[in-house]
């Protein structure tokens, strides 16, 4: 035997209001569900945007080493990278300079007349850095550059 309901009743085993809509506790749930999603969401967007600014800076760090090399064309690095004011008497360095600059603060530079490095905290994990020198490599190290003209 089938029980009928009448069409204005409250259907308790179906969870449905006589209007037909829905209660304000599944309301809430919904809404804790979205936020949770939203978090997770959150989270993972932010740890990519921090991997894509150490690529950033480390292409831009590369480019910085090709850039000098080519500024120094005579092997005198002292004309070209201010490494204690982080800038440089060519604009294309300079500009290098200002786009790492512009993504992390926490960077270095070490100029002698035949050798120079150059280093920048990465944003995506804040113990290493990025390190370029001379020779033009690029490597990661959990080292600071201190006074070295080479990278640690």
Same mark, same amino acid.
């Given at each position: 035997?089938?029980?009928?309901?009448?069409?204005?009743?409250?259907?308790?085993?179906?969870?449905?209001?006589?209007?037909?809509?829905?209660?304000?506790? #599944?309301?809430?749930?919904?809404?804790?569900?979205?936020?949770?999603?939203?978090?997770?969401?959150?989270?993972?967007?932010?740890?990519?945007?921090?991997?894509?600014?150490?690529?950033?800076?480390?292409?831009?760090?590369?480019?910085?080493?090709?850039?000098?090399?080519?500024?120094?064309?005579?092997?005198?690095?002292?004309?070209?990278?201010?490494?204690?004011?982080?800038?440089?008497? %060519?604009?294309?360095?300079? #500009?290098?300079?200002?786009?790492? %600059?512009?993504?992390?603060?926490?960077?270095?530079?070490?100029?002698?007349?035949?050798?120079?490095?150059?280093?920048?905290?990465?944003?995506? %994990?804040?113990?290493?850095?990025?390190?370029? %020198?001379?020779?033009?490599?690029?490597?990661?190290?959990?080292?600071?550059?201190?006074?070295?003209?080479?990278?640690?």
């Amino acid at each position: 035997m089938k029980r009928k309901f009448k069409r204005n009743s409250v259907c308790k085993v179906c969870n449905v209001n006589a209007s037909g809509g829905f209660t304000v506790l #599944e309301f809430l749930m919904v809404f804790i569900i979205i936020g949770v999603f939203s978090v997770i969401v959150f989270v993972s967007l932010s740890y990519i945007r921090n991997q894509g600014a150490d690529s950033t800076l480390q292409s831009a760090m590369k480019s910085l080493a090709n850039q000098v090399s080519l500024a120094a064309a005579g092997g005198d690095f002292t004309n070209v990278l201010d490494g204690a004011n982080w800038t440089s008497s %060519d604009l294309k360095v300079k #500009e290098i300079l200002n786009s790492i %600059d512009s993504y992390s603060s926490d960077h270095s530079a070490n100029v002698g007349s035949n050798a120079w490095a150059a280093q920048v905290r990465l944003v995506g %994990d804040t113990s290493k850095y990025f390190c370029v %020198d001379a020779s033009g490599q690029g490597s990661i190290s959990g080292t600071s550059l201190g006074a070295r003209t080479t990278c640690p």
